[in-house]
């Protein structure tokens, strides 16, 4: 998970275009690719939290950055609206993974409300 947050972030920076050159151009597709392959990070450590029987919101906190930047990057990748998806969704896959290595107390995981 720290290897797709890092992936995600460098992505971000190299796609944060302020005047368009070939070369800048150059940099902003392999960020494109940075933040293609966090996103799939993402997607698998949300799908191997639920398969540990995790709360389902922690897989969601683990997903969003995948769903939130990795598709506002695929919509729309001339634009800003991946860096302020990042904003919500970067800080959230972090709770899920804090939420996550907690131990439980319950059978039904941490903070399910199952006893």
Do not use: N
Not at 94 to 99: E, R, T, W
């Amino acid at each position: 998970m720290i290897a797709a947050l890092t992936l995600i972030a460098l992505g971000l920076e190299r796609t944060l275009l302020w005047v368009s050159t070939p070369q800048l151009r150059q940099e902003a597709r392999l960020g494109h690719l940075f933040i293609g392959i966090g996103g799939v990070l993402f997607v698998a450590a949300a799908i191997w939290s639920h398969r540990l029987r995790m709360p389902w919101w922690v897989s969601v906190l683990v997903a969003a950055p995948a769903v939130l930047v990795g598709g506002s990057a695929w919509a729309a990748p001339d634009s800003l609206f991946p860096h302020l998806a990042a904003l919500l969704a970067l800080p959230a896959a972090v709770v899920g993974l804090i939420a996550g290595m907690m131990p439980s107390t319950t059978s039904g995981g941490c903070g399910s409300g199952q006893s």
